[in-house]
């Protein structure tokens, strides 16, 4: 927009109002390039104070015709531009506000507190903050960590932060389970497949929709691995002794307290299932 910056210039520099009939005539601005090429004729321009500080100004020009401004047109313009300056002023106090109020919660965030699980230490809040971040997705999570320093807990908590709460938590202890009903266990069973047995869903099915937690997934036999590597990778699934194709809308979290690159360099555990289930690994510190 063209405008008399050397007007502005002088609002600026003294914070005194300028208010010309004829600013082509006018002494102070005898030197102005921009009035004479834009012909500027009625000019009125109030600064906008806050106390001593000057927050902006008001211009207004007419150009071509020497309009005039009156006294009652300056007045009103002046008490409008303490209005101005007043909102101005008061919208830079709510925007600190609300950048203080930012950081009170970004540095609050730092210190996590979930009820179930006590930890102040600098370990555990990264432990925390991966936690948070981790629960808005439905990336599978490997926790690793010594027995007894909590996994159980944290996939507790990536359930219970996840859009998924209202779902179930189906938490599998895959070393509670013998190995060969470990499979039936978790996909369900047809009946016929032996005798007096009779057909049920599977873990998978229990948590559909929800989260299974796969703890100590270290001690899963390879067949059994190589049917959760088809959950991971196709979301889809047979009962043991059936043919149906089920879907499967789950979440897989697992967990260990063994060395699973140790197992799978000895080819006890599958390398392709290891890096689908360690999408996201939160490492636990030990007591």
Known sequence: IAISRSIVDSVRSTGLPVVASDATQDPRFKDSRSVRMHNIMSVMCIPLKMGDRLLGVI????????????????????????????????????????EDVSDLRARAGERYNFDSIIGPGKKMQEVFRQVDKAARSDISVLITGDSGTGKELIAGLLHELSPRRDKPLVEVNCAAI??????????????????????????????????????EIGDMPLATQRRVLRVLQEMEFERVGGSKVLKA???????????????????????????????????????
């Open 249 to 287: 809308d789950v979440r897989v979290i697992s967990a260990t307290n063994q060395d699973l690159k140790a197992l799978i360099a000895r080819e006890q555990f599958r390398k392709d299932l290891y890096y689908r289930l360690n999408r996201m690994r939160i490492h636990l510190p030990s007591l």
């Open 59 to 98: 211009y207004l020009d007419s150009r071509g015709v020497p309009a005039g401004f009156s006294d009652l047109e300056r007045a009103f313009v002046e008490a409008f531009s303490n209005q101005v300056a007043l909102a101005i002023s008061n919208a830079r106090f709510v925007g600190r506000l609300y």
């Open 178 to 215: 013998q190995r060969d009903l470990l499979e039936a266990e978790l996909f369900g069973i047809e009946k016929h497949v032996a005798t007096g047995v009779s057909p049920r869903s599977g873990f998978f099915e229990r948590a559909e929709g929800g989260t299974i937690f796969l703890d």
